[in-house]
């Protein structure tokens, strides 16, 4: 199935339902329910790359790649407010190379917030937050020049990554750097697998700010999310069950799970 | 008395926006498409998704702050680095000198151009609107319009003429091409004279309409002409060194240097430490030799063994990937529409 301009019903029912696992959870969560989360080791190791730095007096460099601004990104804000918090309690020094100009404006909130809640307000410097290039391999060569120039101790990169992906984690790689990456592009994975220290892949960066702060909100999402997951899973194996009986059947006339997500309003009889 | 501090008034007021912003795509997106015309909003939604395109791209301008502010900081202090800093600023003005140098050529290129179409299109509305009742129309009469094309059509090829004897840059078969145009136009225009312009019959009309074809022929020659002396300006040869000479090739290097860090990052992920990673070197020998010809040579399987693993394995473990992150930022999407956010974002919150 292709974009959709227009949602069918079946897909209005999803993103209803969804919208109300969402708001269910919520509730759960704030009635003082406690989900389990399981050991994400890339995240675990976030503490121990910032006292490396401390100890070694080297910067912590965090990029956000070529992340736009959108579900994400803000999935990346949660891992820097902790590290942020992190590095102003260790009074360390905290680079976020920038790509986008309409994220560096969150971002630079988000970092100034977390130094607030470090109580290290004034420590914040605007000028932390840098803009390198909204062309892919200006930004690249950009993020190599800095990590060779501060000799980041620690490097995380989180969010959307293309082509450029390798070339930054090799230049944390050359300098020797912790690095901990997390990317939503599948054919990223590989190449951070080789040159990183922990990887985190796909929804595991959704999973990180939640992990890292237990807040209610973030935990509530991630148990909406596995749930709705849990119930793709669910539909995913029943059209695979129902398409291998149609197959050996084939006399037998099956609705498709597709239907239900195909169907338009228009076919629709009241 | 509750009081309302001015980060919680800012924070409600994002909130409001980002609710109303978003309640406009998310009802586009779940009514059917019957609904979304009956109320108007089909025909008006590229320009409303284009409003939203054009707040985000005032963004551009914070970027262009930041940069000039972190390096030129550096630059007035001689801190560490300052040189690279001075390079990037140089590089950025001259940059977006050239360029907009280039745009306002290319707007007076443009215009132009205009000027030399307005023949074709000037006779071909005299012929449209002669075919209209005269009830409707409030132009002048059919003799007067004639007479104003023709005086327009003359003062313009004059001019160019004039401009052609001293210009020098576009290569001289087009400026040939040109000519000829020049003189077909002129030679069209002249025979408007032969008829009589009291309304507009089937004669006079397919005088009309060689105008139109000349005029449309003239006014490309003249683009192509206009373009070929533009290309020979400074500016744009400055543009095309600086973005194709330097900007593009420099982008070019640094997506070279791939190739060597693949090999670097082979290296050090296919040592056999562990299962994982004698898998991993297992499944990479198989992709890499059913890639070649040498993999046959030791299995006629090896193709097909790779295109499985490629397509089954691998397609598997992509698609589990991106359902987990899709459903995950669905939820996130949902989050932020309803402005539901963690309190510790927020740079004014102190807890």
Known sequence: MGGLEHATPGILVTVAFAVLLLLYELRRVERGYRHFIRRIPGIDAVEGAIGRCAEQGRAVVFTTALTDVGPVLYACLGVLHAVAKRVAGYKLKLIVPQYSPEAMVIVEDAVRGAYNDAGRGAAFDPQSIVFLSSEQFAFASGYMGLVHREKAGAAFMFGVFAAEALVLAEAGQQVGAQQIAASVSPEQVAFFICTCDYTLIGEELFGASAYMSREPVQVATLAAQDRLKLLFALVIIIGVLGATLQSIYPTWSLPTVDLFFTTEWSSLTW | ?351
């Open chain 2, 1 to 351: 008395m509750v009081t309302i501090n001015s980060s919680d008034q800012r924070a409600r007021l994002i909130g409001i926006f980002t609710f109303l912003g978003g309640i406009y795509f998310f009802l586009y997106f779940v009514l059917p498409e019957s609904a979304i015309s009956f109320i108007g909003v089909k025909d008006r939604h590229e320009a409303i998704s284009n409003g939203f395109i054009v707040i985000g791209a005032m963004a551009i301008g914070l970027g262009l702050f930041n940069l000039v502010s972190a390096h030129g900081t550096r630059i007035v202090f001689k801190k560490i680095g300052w040189v690279y800093s001075l390079a990037l600023i140089t590089g950025l003005v001259c940059m977006l000198g050239v360029t907009s140098a280039q745009w306002l050529q290319s707007l007076a290129l443009s215009a132009e151009q205009q000027r030399s179409q307005i023949i074709s299109e000037f006779a071909q509305r005299i012929i449209d609107d002669a075919d209209k009742t005269t009830a409707t129309l409030t132009v002048p009469a059919l003799q007067v319009r004639v007479d104003a094309l023709k005086l327009y059509g003359f003062e313009h090829l004059s001019v160019l003429e004039t401009k052609l004897l001293g210009q020098r840059g576009a290569s001289s078969l087009l400026q040939h091409e040109l000519q000829k145009n020049i003189a077909t136009v002129r030679e069209k225009l002249a025979q408007l004279d032969a008829v009589s312009w009291g309304e507009l019959s089937p004669g006079s009309a397919t005088l009309l309409k060689e105008v139109v074809t000349s005029g449309a022929k003239f006014s490309v020659a003249r683009g192509a002409y206009l373009r070929e002396a533009a290309a020979t300006t400074t500016v744009q040869q400055l543009y095309t060194l600086l973005y194709e000479g330097f900007f593009n090739q420099l982008g070019s290097a640094m997506f070279a240097l791939l190739g060597v860090y693949i090999a670097a990052a082979a290296y050090r992920a296919f040592r056999i430490r562990s299962v994982e990673s004698a898998l991993m070197m297992a499944a990479a020998l198989i992709v890499m030799l059913g890639q070649i010809s040498f993999g046959r040579m030791i299995s006629d399987d090896m193709p097909a063994l790779r295109q499985w693993l490629l397509e089954v394995p691998n397609s598997a473990a992509f698609r589990a990937i991106r359902l987990g992150a899709g459903v995950a930022g669905l939820m996130l999407a949902i989050r932020m529409w309803l402005s539901i956010e963690s309190r510790s974002f927020s740079a004014g919150k102190k807890r």
